[in-house]
Nanobody, 122 residues
Framework: VQLVESGGGLVQPGGSLKLSCAVSGLTFSIYAMSWYRQAPGKARELVADITKDGGSTNYADSMKGRFTISRDNAKNTVYLQMNSLKPEDTAVYYC????????????????WGQGTQVTVSS
């Protein structure tokens, strides 16, 4: 399984970035997908997740209204559009494949890409 994140970079506060994650080695369309992030000295956190058909999404409270997760099953790619970026969004962002348990909680599989660095600074 390969997860290749891209699209990160340096952006000013209030700016936007769109991250992409190309997935190979699994049947992309049958997996829920997600984005996680990890800032220096902080625990990894779930940013957003999306069902296998893209019909339902969930976001961490601090990302609601600013971030949008989407996917293109024909391209085996998941995206994260990030708007109104803040310095506290600075982190390495990772995409992950996973599934939803009986309580509709997102459970990631233990596949990791290299991540893409997002730095929000003036």
């Amino acid at each position: 399984v390969q997860l290749v994140e891209s699209g990160g970079g340096l952006v000013q506060p209030g700016g936007s970035l769109k991250l992409s994650c190309a997935v190979s080695g699994l049947t992309f369309s049958i997996y829920a997908m997600s984005w996680y992030r990890q800032a220096p000295g902080k625990a990894r956190e779930l940013v957003a997740d999306i069902t296998k058909d893209g019909g339902s999404t969930n976001y961490a409270d601090s990302m609601k209204g600013r971030f949008t997760i989407s996917r293109d099953n024909a391209k085996n790619t998941v995206y994260l559009q990030m708007n109104s970026l803040k310095p506290e969004d600075t982190a390495v962002y990772y995409c992950k494949a996973g599934y939803y348990n009986g309580r509709h909680e997102y459970i990631p599989y233990n596949y990791w890409g290299q991540g893409t660095q997002v730095t929000v600074s003036s």
